[in-house]
Antibody, heavy 126, light 108 residues
Framework: QVQLVESGGGVVQPGRSLRLSCAAS????????MHWVRQAPGKGLEWVAL????????YYADSVKGRFTISRDNSKNTLYLQMNSLRVEDAAVYYC???????????????????WGQGTLVTVSS | SSELTQDPAVSVALGQTVRITCQGD??????ASWYQQKPGQAPVLVIY???NRPSGIPDRFSGSSSGNTASLTITGAQAEDEADYYC???????????FGGGTKLTVL
């Protein structure tokens, strides 16, 4: 069974940094795009970042671009999120999610998240 | 990027049918996927693609799409279906992802 286990969350002061990890197992990590998604307390889901299967492409939500960096180590089956210049509004549960693609008859790929980790809580407070 | 819009809350009587909708420009190009989230738990994929259910998802869950609107239908809602439901898709650029704001489903 696919497993995604996040770690690295905690309490951090505004302006400081934190690095999240997501350990993946029971699937071929190196062949799947991966994402970070966050959820502020009592709020909805917000996509944060995407990294391609080989690490060559990264995309970010406007809210974190320039402050967060997504990366991966395919030799360790691990996904990372380096979060710098943290703000109070970055406080959330951070989930890593495995990406799947459904291809229609025209060959267009439609994205979905087929597996999620249990999440790690990041609290930003002075 | 684009946005996806969902009704904040919907209710359904036990055993009845309910439709949860998701609207957005990106849905003219991309199928939505749907997630169920219960309190304190991670989201779970319930529908993806044109109308596909992952293994273990009951067949009372189905999806459809028309124009800029995607729909999740639960036929014969059960008490255990009470949860928050989110849609998502690629955005219009294809490189970002957008989520709907979520719909809280209450089963009466």
């Amino acid at each position: 069974q696919v497993q995604l286990v996040e770690s690295g969350g905690g309490v951090v002061q505004p302006g400081r940094s934190l690095r999240l990890s997501c350990a993946a197992s029971e699937f071929t990590f190196s062949t799947h795009d991966m994402h970070w998604v966050r959820q502020a307390p009592g709020k909805g889901l917000e996509w944060v970042a995407l990294i391609s299967y080989n690490g060559n492409n990264e995309y970010y939500a406007d809210s974190v671009k320039g402050r967060f960096t997504i990366s991966r180590d395919n030799s360790k089956n691990t996904l990372y999120l380096q979060m710098n210049s943290l703000r109070v509004e970055d406080a959330a549960v951070y989930y890593c999610a495995k990406s799947g693609l459904y291809y229609d008859s025209s060959g267009r790929g439609h994205l979905y998240f087929d597996y999620w980790g249990q999440g790690t809580l990041v609290t930003v407070s002075s | 990027s684009s946005e996806l819009t969902q009704d904040p809350a919907v209710s359904v009587a036990l055993g009845q049918t309910v439709r949860i909708t998701c609207q957005g420009d990106s849905l003219r190009t991309y199928y939505a996927s749907w997630y169920q989230q219960k309190p304190g738990q991670a989201p779970v994929l319930v529908i993806y693609g044109k109308n596909n259910r992952p293994s273990g998802i009951p067949d009372r869950f189905s999806g459809s799409s028309s124009g800029n609107t995607a729909s999740l239908t639960i036929t014969g809602a059960q008490a255990e279906d009470e949860a928050d439901y989110y849609c998502n898709s690629r955005d219009s650029s294809g490189n970002h992802v957008v989520f709907g704001g979520g719909t809280k489903l209450t089963v009466l």
